[in-house]
């Protein structure tokens, strides 16, 4: 957006530029000359001026005319570009606020699926200690309840990826 910006204040320096090509301009000057000559001994030349300077470009052949159009359409491309900047940034904005939200409803399943995963592999764990279940069932019980937590630290991970972002394209974060 900054860049966008810039981009629009450039071009309407362009503009206005472009205008005063076609407007009278007018500068002063001072001038000092200090001359010794070598060859010539006691030759000395001082001068002093001061002066104004004045240039008005009366007849242009439509060059005037055709910078400023040219600066014109600049001004309205980047004017443009600021709008297709901002639309893009609020898109973006949007999809990391959705992201943030889907990340978080995410974490809260992922929570929910480990609590239950422990949950089973205890009742898993006590039907194995009277000859209910086999072994096996326990570890696969155990391997369910190490995925339900490796999901968990995924969820909260992408959680945090996404807050970062939102963080980042609401200008949040300082470089």
């Given at each position: 957006?900054?860049?966008?910006?810039?981009?629009?204040?450039?071009?309407?320096?362009?503009?206005?530029?472009?205008?005063?090509?076609?407007?009278?301009?007018?500068?002063?000057?001072?001038?000092?000359?200090?001359?010794?000559?070598q060859f010539f001994p006691g030759y000395r030349a001082d001068s002093v001026a001061v002066g104004v300077r004045g240039r008005w470009t009366l007849w242009a052949g439509g060059r005037v005319?055709?910078?400023?159009?040219?600066?014109?359409?600049?001004?309205?491309?980047?004017?443009?570009?600021?709008?297709?900047?901002?639309?893009?940034?609020?898109?973006?904005?949007?999809?990391?606020?959705?992201?943030?939200?889907?990340?978080?409803?995410?974490?809260?399943?992922?929570?929910?699926?480990?609590?239950?995963?422990?949950e089973a592999l205890r009742g898993t764990r006590l039907e194995a200690r009277v000859g209910a279940r086999p072994t096996l069932a326990v570890l696969d019980a155990e391997r369910e309840a190490i995925e339900a937590e490796a999901a968990l630290l995924q969820a909260e991970g992408m959680q945090t990826v996404a807050a970062w972002q939102l963080n980042a394209l609401s200008g949040n974060l300082q470089p």
């Amino acid at each position: 957006m900054q860049q966008a910006r810039a981009g629009v204040d450039a071009a309407r320096a362009g503009v206005r530029a472009a205008k005063a090509e076609g407007l009278p301009s007018v500068g002063a000057f001072a001038e000092a000359a200090h001359v010794r000559d070598q060859f010539f001994p006691g030759y000395r030349a001082d001068s002093v001026a001061v002066g104004v300077r004045g240039r008005w470009t009366l007849w242009a052949g439509g060059r005037v005319a055709a910078q400023t159009r040219a600066a014109d359409a600049d001004l309205d491309a980047s004017e443009a570009r600021l709008r297709q900047a901002g639309q893009a940034l609020e898109g973006m904005v949007i999809d990391a606020w959705q992201g943030l939200a889907t990340a978080r409803r995410m974490t809260e399943a992922s929570r929910l699926r480990r609590d239950a995963a422990e949950e089973a592999l205890r009742g898993t764990r006590l039907e194995a200690r009277v000859g209910a279940r086999p072994t096996l069932a326990v570890l696969d019980a155990e391997r369910e309840a190490i995925e339900a937590e490796a999901a968990l630290l995924q969820a909260e991970g992408m959680q945090t990826v996404a807050a970062w972002q939102l963080n980042a394209l609401s200008g949040n974060l300082q470089p």
